[in-house]
């Protein structure tokens, strides 16, 4: 089956795990499987994870890597160990991510993971994992990792398969040079991307509302305290923040509060890296930040408060 074709074909129901510490992603993970055979279970941290990885039976895991209390990694880890200490059967462990694929795929399948996909969650693609790996298993450990048969229909695929592109990338703009790009030019037409948000309602149905409705509640927390921990040099919450606010932007189609956090998170690795302070262009890049949130929270406001989809509806004339 194509990941574009539809439903889990698989009729007996898996039982599923999914390991994130964004509340969004659940209630995403959530719609998706409601008219399913399969059972979810949800963690927001790795050792909650471990824990139900010992009580209860899994069939496929579904984990972020970058969490506050014990990491993708470590967690993928001794879930193996676990494997090995008690003769289990090796269990599907599906990495989740915003970050750069190819710089992290290595370390991931090393840890244990045997796939690493991109953030945002993608309901064709869920569905043909779940029958790609209860038809298949995991692979063995040390075994070649070989992506799904029909990987090169989806760019996701494509991109684990063939990391490095044929054509040489357009070079980028210095991080400094784009950060005074973004503070002298106006904001760019809508704040969330119209096409990729009438997606996420088509897919979701009326569960996109309270998804929403969660990063309502959800942004303007984040953004305090990325504003507190920026202000106190705590670059390393500030590095975990800003990495979900990446992975939460990119669900809703925030594209351009997605790009900012992005460039934040490169400005807090450099500044843990080499303890540098925070020079005049990176507040700069802070108060952008929190316009563009501002501008995005007022977007999901706007959606949410009128009756009919106004997505759709301006797509249909």
């Known amino acids: 089956m194509s990941p574009k074709q539809g439903p889990s074909t698989t009729k007996t129901g898996c039982t599923i795990l999914l390991v994130d510490d964004m509340r969004e992603n659940h209630l995403l993970m959530k719609a998706i499987l409601q008219k399913t055979p399969h059972t979810l279970f949800t963690s927001n941290s790795g050792r909650q994870a471990l824990d139900i990885f010992l009580s209860t039976h899994v069939d496929l895991i579904f984990m972020d890597i970058i969490m506050p209390d014990l990491d993708g990694y470590r967690s993928a880890y001794m879930m193996r160990g676990i494997e090995n200490s008690e003769g289990r059967r090796r269990t599907p462990i599906v990495a989740l991510t915003s970050g750069d694929i ?11 993971y045997d796939l690493v996909i991109a953030k945002p969650i993608k309901k064709e693609l869920i569905f043909h994992l779940i029958d790609h790996f209860h038809t298949n298993g995991a692979p063995p450990s040390g075994a070649p990792h070989e992506h799904p048969d029909s990987a090169a229909h989806d760019p996701t695929f494509a991109t684990l398969q063939h990391p490095v592109p044929e054509k040489e990338p357009l070079p980028e703009l210095p ?5 005074f790009c973004s503070a ?6 809508h704040a969330i991307d119209r096409h990729k948000l009438a997606t996420l309602q088509r897919d979701l149905r009326e569960h996109v509302k309270p998804l929403l409705e969660s990063y309502v509640t959800s942004l303007p927390v984040s953004l305090q305290t990325i504003t507190r921990a920026w202000h106190r040099a705590d670059f390393k919450s500030l590095a975990l923040v800003v990495h979900n606010l990446k992975g939460s932007a990119s669900l809703i189609g925030a594209d351009r509060l997605l ?6 998170e490169k400005v807090v690795h450099l500044a843990i890296k080499n303890s ?5 262009e990176n507040v700069d890049l802070l108060e952008l930040l929190l316009h563009e949130g501002e501008r995005v929270l007022q977007e999901i406001r706007e959606f949410l408060s009128k009756p009919t989809n106004p997505v759709v509806a301006s797509r249909s004339k």
């Open 102 to 112: 190819p710089r992290i795929q290595e370390k991931s399948l090393a840890a244990g």
């Open 175 to 179: 991080l400094r040079e784009r950060i």
């Open 276 to 280: 540098s302070g925070n020079s005049a």
């Open 259 to 264: 790009n900012l956090a992005a460039d934040m």
């Open 184 to 189: 002298h030019i106006p904001d760019p037409g």
